[in-house]
């Protein structure tokens, strides 16, 4: 009989080679170098995104719509351009494992910079701290296809009623024979959005989304000419995210003209400047569509109390 005593005298040996063994922890100053480097290098990347992006109305595009997918800050969709411009699904690490998903051998890292506090800076104003993250897109899962969830379907009249929620100027028709340069026109002057009679649902819609980022830059000061390429990129942009077809995208061959003498720097102000007229008109739509949502189930839950 063995005796279990011996077992004291004869500890497992390990068989992993030393380069196989757990690396050891960086110190305080070396994890903080790393750490530096690591931003800098993202930093960079989003440098050169910017230019590719400004410089190629097809990349112009590409930007706009995966801004609508992910609705990420500008630096991290264009960090997720970079890296991977397919992707559709993003998660970290635990949150795929918290879904019981698991990462294929091999799956490709999607780096983004992710708020990590505030700090005062030399001028007394507050600026925002940024540590890198890693993410892992839907196609680096196994069986991912399980976790791909069909987009909201809204119908037209709930489009056009969410543009109009809570908007300072409501839209007056005019006939369709009407001398408007647009189907769909805001008149600085009178200070009106004008819709023409007789539209296809989705022409009515593009219309709208597009004059209504005009309004939010009127309302900004801005005038029709000075916002004419960041209303027309932020209608578009609204018409990717609600999957509105049929979206008038000329506008795109302007790109190269308007951030012709501009650096990264002032380029991505511009990106950020589109997103937010976007996000302004978006904010009240999803209010608009909350509402009727709402409303909805409130009737069905008023009907279901009456047939009872």
Known sequence: ???????????????QTQSTQQKPLMSKEE??????????????????????????PK?????????????YTVSNTLLIMAQNPNAT????????????????????????????????????????NYNPKTLYDVSSISYGKRFIEKPNEYSPNE??????????VLPEVVSNDSTLPEDVFFDENSETVYVKDGQEPN?????LLREYAFLEC????????????????????LSK?????????SFASECLNYFNDMDSFEAKKELENIKSVSSQVSERMEHGLYTMQQNRQTKQTERSSYER
């Not at 990349?59 to 609705?71: I, N, P, R, T």
């Not at 494992?97 to 799956?107: I, P, Q, R």
């Not at 489009?159 to 300072?168: F, K, P, Q």
């Open 218 to 237: 009127f309302e900004h000061g801005i005038s029709r000419q000075e916002a004419s390429f960041v209303a027309k990129s932020a209608g578009y942009l």
């Open 241 to 249: 995210k609600y999957h509105v077809n049929g979206y008038d995208t």
């Open 203 to 207: 022409a009515m819609i593009n219309g």
């Open 89 to 128: 699904l993003l998660k970290d690490y635990y949150h795929w494992k918290a879904a019981n998903a698991y990462l294929m051998k091999n799956a490709q890292k999607i780096e983004i910079l992710e708020p990590s506090g505030e700090y005062e800076k030399n001028d007394g104003s507050i600026g925002i």
């Open 1 to 15: 009989m063995t005796n279990i005593y011996d077992a004291l005298k004869q500890p497992i040996q390990s068989t």
């Open 59 to 71: 990349e112009f595009m590409g930007f706009l719509e995966l801004q609508a997918k992910f609705d």
């Open 31 to 56: 994890f903080a170098k790393y750490m530096f480097e690591k931003r800098n290098k993202l930093y960079d990347i989003v440098s050169n995104q910017t230019d590719i992006v400004t410089h190629n």
């Open 159 to 168: 489009l056009v009623s969410s543009i109009i929620y809570r908007a300072s």
